[in-house]
């Protein structure tokens, strides 16, 4: 596992979780680690077991210096478009921060408007240990949502591919149409809905 970077001050890592997905809200997070309580095994959401991103996210939670979660609904998404209301979640995780954060990183080669200096950082939930946190936070909040949304909407499968694109959900949206949690502006919703 890579030895990631754990900044030095007050300073936030962000990332997301659900930009791709058809249906349900994108979640951001922003954390503020503290050099003092170091967490082992922070990497990439992606790359860590469901059980080893719930259990670091309770260590997360226990040891940051501050930490935030913040979405942006599925209503935002369609009105904004995914990038802006992404961008509007992320913003929203940092206003939440119990500690004022002094500077930012976001994972990835946007940043949100914040009133603080922000840099980008392309794979930085790889790289820096603030940005691992947020994706683990993000993407553990997220999926919580998900399993919510799923026992509104079983048939979906979200508890399977928490709204991303796959064969299942296809088929679930073509047999059963759009739930309220789906993103009409996103492509094969879209279709499916004109169809109607």
Not at 87 to 95: D, E, G, I, K
């Given at each position: 596992m890579p030895e990631l970077i754990v900044p030095v001050g007050l300073v936030c890592g962000i990332d997301e979780a659900g930009r791709g997905p058809l249906a349900g809200p994108v979640v951001a997070a922003a954390v503020i680690l503290d050099p003092e309580r170091p967490i082992v095994g922070l990497n990439d959401s992606k790359k860590l077991s469901e059980k080893k991103r719930d259990a670091l996210a309770e260590i997360i939670r226990e040891r940051a210096l501050a930490w935030a979660v913040a979405e942006a609904t599925v209503e935002e998404i369609d009105r904004l478009n995914i990038l802006q209301?992404?961008?509007?979640?992320?913003?929203?995780?940092?206003?939440?921060?119990?500690?004022?954060?002094e500077s930012a990183l976001v994972d990835g080669n946007r940043c949100p408007k914040l009133d603080i200096p922000c840099e980008a950082v392309v794979k930085g939930d790889g790289k820096i240990a603030s940005i691992a946190a947020a994706s683990i936070l993000a993407k553990t909040v997220r999926d919580a949502g998900m399993l919510v949304l799923h026992a509104q909407y079983p048939h979906y499968g979200f508890d399977r591919h928490m709204g991303y694109p796959t064969a299942a959900h296809f088929a679930a949206l073509e047999a059963h149409g759009a739930s309220p949690v789906h993103r009409?502006?996103?492509g094969p919703v879209a279709r499916q809905l004109s169809l109607l």
């Amino acid at each position: 596992m890579p030895e990631l970077i754990v900044p030095v001050g007050l300073v936030c890592g962000i990332d997301e979780a659900g930009r791709g997905p058809l249906a349900g809200p994108v979640v951001a997070a922003a954390v503020i680690l503290d050099p003092e309580r170091p967490i082992v095994g922070l990497n990439d959401s992606k790359k860590l077991s469901e059980k080893k991103r719930d259990a670091l996210a309770e260590i997360i939670r226990e040891r940051a210096l501050a930490w935030a979660v913040a979405e942006a609904t599925v209503e935002e998404i369609d009105r904004l478009n995914i990038l802006q209301a992404t961008m509007l979640a992320m913003q929203r995780a940092v206003a939440a921060l119990q500690v004022k954060a002094e500077s930012a990183l976001v994972d990835g080669n946007r940043c949100p408007k914040l009133d603080i200096p922000c840099e980008a950082v392309v794979k930085g939930d790889g790289k820096i240990a603030s940005i691992a946190a947020a994706s683990i936070l993000a993407k553990t909040v997220r999926d919580a949502g998900m399993l919510v949304l799923h026992a509104q909407y079983p048939h979906y499968g979200f508890d399977r591919h928490m709204g991303y694109p796959t064969a299942a959900h296809f088929a679930a949206l073509e047999a059963h149409g759009a739930s309220p949690v789906h993103r009409r502006s996103f492509g094969p919703v879209a279709r499916q809905l004109s169809l109607l």
